[in-house]
């Protein structure tokens, strides 16, 4: 059974910064594609970063040079690294897993960026 579990989250001020983790048990993590997403209250969930297994990394335009996505196989283990945060940036993110034409999701974590 895959579970992804994400930690991190929490409240800070704008121009602040947070590191999200999320771990991946139950799956062979090494040749997954893994993403983060977000959903602000009353909006839809949307991409913000992902990373194949090659380690290629892609960004929303919105993140970009201000998030960094990263992950560890050992630990079977992605990260979202952001600073600089902005209140525009308050969400749940969301880790999500891709492999083998299966989605896995995360159950999410909750940033809020306030003064």
């Known amino acids: 059974q895959v579970q992804l579990v994400e930690s991190g989250g929490g409240l800070v001020q704008p121009g602040g910064s947070l590191r999200l983790s999320c771990a991946a048990s139950?799956?062979?993590?090494?040749?997954?594609?893994t993403a983060w997403h977000r959903q602000a209250p009353g909006k839809q969930r949307e991409f913000v970063a992902g990373m194949a297994s090659s380690n290629v990394a892609n960004y929303a335009d919105s993140v970009k040079g201000r998030f960094a996505i990263s992950r560890d196989n050992a630990k079977n283990t992605v990260y979202l690294q952001m600073h600089s945060l902005k209140p525009e940036d308050t969400a749940v993110y969301y880790c999500?897993?891709?492999?083998?034409?299966?989605?896995?999701w995360g159950q999410g974590t909750q940033v809020t960026v306030s003064p």
């Open positions: 139950g799956i062979f993590f090494n040749i997954a594609y």
């Open positions: 999500k897993l891709i492999k083998g034409g299966n989605d896995y």
